[in-house]
């Protein structure tokens, strides 16, 4: 079966590095994307990675290792309106997304 | 409009009863998705169209239809909703299978 794995929830402290975790088994890859959801609202586009290594925008990095079927967001600079849920999301070889849960980040001052 | 509508916001439905969300995209996209989101579980394709004119079945079709008549619309019917139907229904695009999709706001429907 297809099955990705992300922790349910993480805390920070404003200001600091988080590390969020996505680990996957598909069938078929073509893309990983990470994805951000404010709660009662829409998911929005973050990041993309295909090849292995990191992918930065700002004060987000995106890093893929195709061979360990691995993920992770790394966010920096941590601010309160980070606070929300990342989702993980992997495209198989039908070119569809198999969404992870979530992980809900809680950021404290 | 600017970017992807979805009506209504919320519903409360009666079982049986026969609904239907809109969708609606002006970013001329080819490339359509119906995605329920439940607590505890990640967002699960029910239908997609890759362009007007055709569908396709996703990880969760049954109970549900849709139809891409244009570009721009895609509605997703239940026939006879079904208090298991009760989610957060999201309509999503892209401007080809391979890209970032982009999500509407959401309908919450309920089914007592």
């Known amino acids: 079966g297809q099955n990705i794995d992300q922790p349910t929830e993480m805390t920070a402290t404003e200001g600091a590095i988080v590390q969020i975790n996505c680990t996957y088994q598909?069938?078929?890859?073509?893309?990983l994307f990470w994805y951000q959801q404010h709660a009662g609202e829409a998911p929005t586009f973050l990041s993309y990675?295909?090849l292995d290594g990191l992918e930065e925008k700002g004060r987000f990095s995106s890093f893929l290792s195709r061979s360990k079927g691995y993920s992770y967001l790394l966010l920096k600079e941590l601010q309160m309106k980070d606070s929300a849920s990342y989702l993980c999301?992997?495209?198989?070889?039908?070119?569809?997304?198999?969404w992870g849960a979530g992980t809900k980040l809680i950021i404290k001052p | 409009i600017a970017g992807i509508t979805q009506a209504p916001t919320s519903q409360i439905l009666a079982a049986g009863r026969r609904m239907t969300l809109r969708c609606t995209q002006d970013?001329?996209?080819?490339?359509m998705y119906w995605y329920r989101q439940d607590l505890g579980l990640g967002l699960r394709l029910i239908h997609y169209?890759?362009?007007?004119?055709?569908?396709g079945k996703g990880e969760v079709p049954d109970g549900y239809s849709v139809s891409r008549a244009n570009t721009d619309d895609f509605p997703l019917t239940l026939a006879s909703a079904v208090p298991s139907q009760t989610s957060v229904y999201f309509c999503?695009?892209?401007?080809?299978?391979?890209?970032?999709?982009?999500f509407g706001p959401g309908t919450r429907l309920t089914v007592l």
């Open positions: 970013m001329r996209h080819n490339a």
């Open positions: 598909t069938s078929g890859f073509n893309g």
């Open positions: 999503a695009s892209s401007d080809s299978p391979t890209n970032e999709q982009f």
């Open positions: 999301a992997v495209r198989d070889s039908n070119y569809q997304l198999i």
């Open positions: 990675n295909v």
């Open positions: 169209s890759n362009t007007a004119g055709t569908t």
